[in-house]
């Protein structure tokens, strides 16, 4: 193991918000009833209802995916929701508790790729980073990134995570993935102010090259993950998969491990509770499938998202529940749509990338909420989006275009599919404009104008020559 301290450029440093979860863990219980979503669009459903169902078994599937009960019981409802302008099946599962602690699947016979390939698609963990599309190529994949970051504004801590997994987790999973991928080097990377953590955990880290992260948001997404140990960079054109670079969080390389070792399935989720709006931050154990009400007191005048506060999904508390993919829950106050006298404010627990508040300078919580804190005006041409942009692109510039409706190939030359729209360059915009939605919608008309990237750049390439 040899550590070294990477960076990119770009990027932003949260300090010192209010509302970020202790270290300790509350155990919740197994829900009376519990809820499971599925995609409408192309989905079958697969149960009905009064029907018993086991744990493990599918209640729907559609072309690439399926979901599966994490809980034992009987479907009491299947109803229908429109979350996030899409159509779901909600699944309701009237739990029965008895013996569900004891469900096993077939733990794998030795530590060959079949078997470890065939103990995952049992235990439902293949769509887990794409496991099954970067299986399809396994001796091209060259580097595997375990990682897990603390940059974002409230995200789980790795003292809690890693003081509820087994010691030899981390070897294990070592073993798993030269198994799945031969010819990859192995990487651990977490923030470098997490090192010593990490080292007094127990855990055998000799088998990777460890990485100390930059404290800066969006580090622990992909493009910035892979440009910061490795130097390469990632984009909607040029992915991981297309530079066999598998990227796993250490929750989810903990959940392999557990299945493909002991045969046991992923029943629970460690998941932070955070935000000023929480009453309790903290981090809880929760059985997949638990919905919100169970964990939390659901308020009015919050906004509850999922995972990042900056790129998450917002979270209708009525349809929501516990998945593989929930990390975090954020809960802070729908803020006034106006603020007297904004401007002779001393900003005491405001935010800003330029030390204009009286927060910038004192030790005191700085606190999360919906307010824009100011009026639409038009570009400044302040640079501070092009300052913090992880992809060094200017937004600024991409910006002007699309709401010009330019929607032409100079898109592509200014580079937009490198945006990996974590949301910074909203957040830093003293003209309140959401460049991060801009750009986003940037693509969804490039991709309409069939003005495909591959074909302008080959374009491009021959001009020059």
Do not use: W
Not at 35 to 46: E, I, R, V
Not at 321 to 339: R, W
Not at 444 to 461: H, R, T, W
């Amino acid at each position: 193991m040899c550590l070294s301290k990477t960076k990119f450029r770009g990027g932003y440093a949260f300090r010192r918000f209010k509302g970020n979860p202790g270290i300790q863990v509350v155990q919740h219980p197994i829900p009376a009833k519990g809820l499971f979503l599925f995609k409408k669009k192309d989905g079958k459903c697969l149960v009905k209802i009064g029907q018993e169902i086991e744990m493990g078994q599918g209640l729907a599937e559609g072309k690439v995916s399926r979901l599966y009960s994490s809980l034992k019981g009987r479907v009491s409802e299947i109803k229908f929701a429109k979350i996030n302008c899409e159509e779901f099946y909600c699944f309701y599962i009237e739990s029965d508790k008895r013996g569900s602690e004891n469900y096993r699947i077939n733990r794998a016979k030795d530590l060959s790729s079949s078997a470890i390939e065939e103990c995952l698609e049992a235990a439902h963990l293949m769509k887990i980073s794409r496991m099954k599309s970067f299986l399809a190529q396994a001796d091209s994949v060259g580097s595997v990134i375990l990682h897990h970051g603390e940059a974002d504004v409230f995200c789980l801590k790795l003292e809690s995570l890693i003081s509820h997994i087994p010691k030899e987790t981390l070897d294990r999973g070592a073993k798993i993935m030269e198994s799945l991928f031969p010819n990859a080097r192995l990487y651990l990377a977490v923030d470098k102010r997490k090192i010593r953590v990490l080292r007094l955990s127990g855990q055998d880290t000799s088998a990777y090259i460890l990485k100390g992260l930059s404290a800066k948001y969006p580090q622990a997404m992909d493009a910035p993950l892979a440009a910061s140990v490795l130097g390469v960079k990632l984009n909607d054109i040029n992915t991981a998969l297309d530079q066999g670079i598998f990227i796993i969080t250490l929750q989810d390389m903990a959940a392999m491990v557990q299945a493909v070792e002991t045969g046991q399935y992923p029943l629970n989720r460690m998941i932070a509770l955070a935000g000023p709006a929480m009453d309790n931050p903290c981090h809880a154990l929760v059985r997949i499938g638990t919905p919100l009400s169970d964990i939390i007191d659901i308020k009015e005048g919050v906004r509850y998202i999922e995972n990042s506060l900056l790129s998450g999904n917002q979270i209708d508390p009525a349809h929501f529940s516990v998945s593989l993919q929930t990390e975090c829950i954020i809960a802070v106050p729908e803020g006034p749509e106006s603020e007297f006298l904004s401007f002779a404010r001393p900003g005491l627990v405001k935010d800003s990338i330029v030390p204009v508040f009286m927060a910038s300078f004192l030790p005191v919580s700085k606190q999360a909420e919906t307010n824009i804190h100011g009026e639409h005006r038009a570009c400044l041409n302040c640079g501070y989006c092009s300052d913090v942009c992880p992809a060094g692109i200017l937004p600024q510039m991409l910006h002007r275009y699309i709401e010009r409706g330019m929607i032409t190939e100079n898109l592509v030359h200014y580079r937009i599919y490198d945006c990996i729209e974590c949301g910074l360059c909203s957040y830093v915009c003293p003209s309140k404009i959401d460049l991060a939605f801009i750009l986003s919608k940037g693509k969804s008309l490039l991709k309409e104008e069939a003005l495909a990237p591959e074909k302008i750049l080959n374009q491009g390439a021959e001009k020059q020559k």
